[in-house]
């Protein structure tokens, strides 16, 4: 499939997806330490399915509708659909992946179930609190293959710990690690989309560049990426509302690249 067709198969699946709409999520009561999600989670049967982490939130980290940093875009109060179903819909009818589409998972770093799932989503990492055990158990999912993506988290007044509070857990988890910032033309941004300009990255409501770092195995750029953070920006945003018009159509297909982009890279590498 060609980019110029991939292209109008993404715009036809976002007009799809804002005419049919999607099931709004229901709100629930959380506590401090999440909802209760165990219930919801349902049993690994080796299709891919959507990996969401969970976190102790930092101080101030329940700003938005009372929901824990690690919630947002899981559970929706704003008549959004939850991110990672939109994002599904989409791989489904792109790819032979053949994913679970109206269900995921929600675990902890430290999770010994994390291990079945090759990819792992967290959300607002700055208000992300990390002790030694989830730290090590982390470590070595992703030195067993796993890929992690980091989305939807910026710094202060609105970012919690920001970029310091992040890379500060991850050189707890990787000793030494070193994020680096990515172009256009690695690996990642040509798994599926050729995304040729981070120009297109549309941004809801932060302000100033987006940014993309990554981390590679051993710090060697020439291996393996293992996590990948989208900095300055939320990108889940897009998928999350765009069943309900409250955001571009065409800026949607272009977060949408990013998503698939990403899921591919991590199912093949």
Same mark, same amino acid.
């Given at each position: 499939?060609?980019?110029? %067709?991939?292209?109008?198969?993404?715009?036809? %699946? +976002?007009?799809?997806?804002?005419?049919?709409? +999607?099931?709004?999520?229901?709100?629930?009561?959380?506590?401090?330490?999440? @909802?209760?999600?165990?219930?919801?989670?349902? @049993?690994?049967?080796?299709?891919?399915?959507?990996?969401?982490?969970?976190?102790?939130?930092?101080?101030?980290?329940?700003?938005?509708?009372? %929901?824990?940093?690690?919630?947002?875009?899981?559970?929706?109060?704003?008549?959004?659909?939850?991110?990672?179903?939109?994002?599904?819909?989409? %791989?489904?009818?792109?790819?032979?992946?053949?994913?679970?589409?109206?269900?995921?998972?929600?675990?902890?770093?430290?999770?010994?179930?994390?291990?079945?799932?090759?990819?792992?989503?967290?959300?607002?990492?700055?208000?992300?609190?990390?002790?030694?055990?989830?730290?090590? +158990?982390?470590?070595?999912?992703?030195?067993?293959?796993? $890929?992690?993506? $980091?989305?939807?988290?910026?710094? @202060?007044?609105?970012?919690?710990?920001?970029?310091?509070?992040?890379?500060?857990?991850?050189?707890?988890?990787? @000793?030494?690690?070193?994020?680096?910032?990515?172009?256009?033309?690695?690996? *990642?941004?040509?798994?599926?989309?050729? *995304?040729?300009?981070?120009?297109?990255?549309?941004?809801?409501?932060?302000?100033?560049?987006?940014?993309?770092?990554?981390? $590679?195995?051993?710090?060697?750029?020439?291996?393996?990426?293992?996590? *990948?953070?989208?900095?300055?920006?939320?990108?889940?945003?897009?998928?999350?509302?765009?069943?309900?018009?409250?955001?571009?159509?065409?800026?949607?297909?272009?977060?949408?690249?990013?998503?698939?982009?990403?899921?591919?890279?991590?199912?093949?590498?």
């Amino acid at each position: 499939m060609g980019p110029h %067709l991939r292209r109008q198969t993404v715009v036809v %699946l +976002a007009v799809v997806l804002c005419l049919t709409g +999607a099931a709004f999520a229901e709100f629930r009561a959380f506590d401090g330490t999440g @909802p209760e999600t165990a219930n919801r989670n349902i @049993p690994y049967d080796g299709r891919f399915t959507f990996a969401r982490l969970r976190y102790t939130t930092g101080p101030g980290g329940y700003y938005y509708c009372g %929901l824990p940093a690690w919630a947002h875009g899981y559970t929706s109060c704003r008549g959004g659909s939850r991110a990672e179903e939109s994002l599904m819909k989409i %791989l489904n009818e792109l790819t032979y992946l053949n994913p679970h589409i109206e269900d995921s998972v929600v675990l902890a770093v430290d999770d010994p179930q994390l291990m079945k799932y090759p990819i792992a989503y967290m959300t607002e990492a700055g208000y992300w609190t990390l002790d030694d055990k989830e730290a090590a +158990a982390f470590r070595a999912y992703l030195q067993k293959g796993g $890929f992690a993506i $980091f989305d939807d988290f910026r710094d @202060p007044p609105r970012g919690g710990g920001g970029w310091e509070n992040f890379e500060a857990n991850m050189r707890r988890v990787i @000793p030494g690690a070193q994020f680096v910032d990515l172009h256009p033309s690695q690996a *990642i941004f040509n798994a599926f989309f050729a *995304i040729g300009s981070f120009d297109i990255i549309p941004q809801a409501y932060d302000q100033g560049r987006v940014v993309i770092r990554g981390l $590679f195995e051993d710090n060697d750029p020439a291996k393996r990426l293992i996590a *990948i953070a989208n900095f300055n920006t939320d990108i889940s945003d897009f998928w999350e509302f765009s069943a309900t018009g409250f955001r571009p159509i065409d800026e949607s297909n272009e977060a949408y690249k990013l998503g698939v982009n990403y899921i591919m890279y991590g199912m093949t590498h």
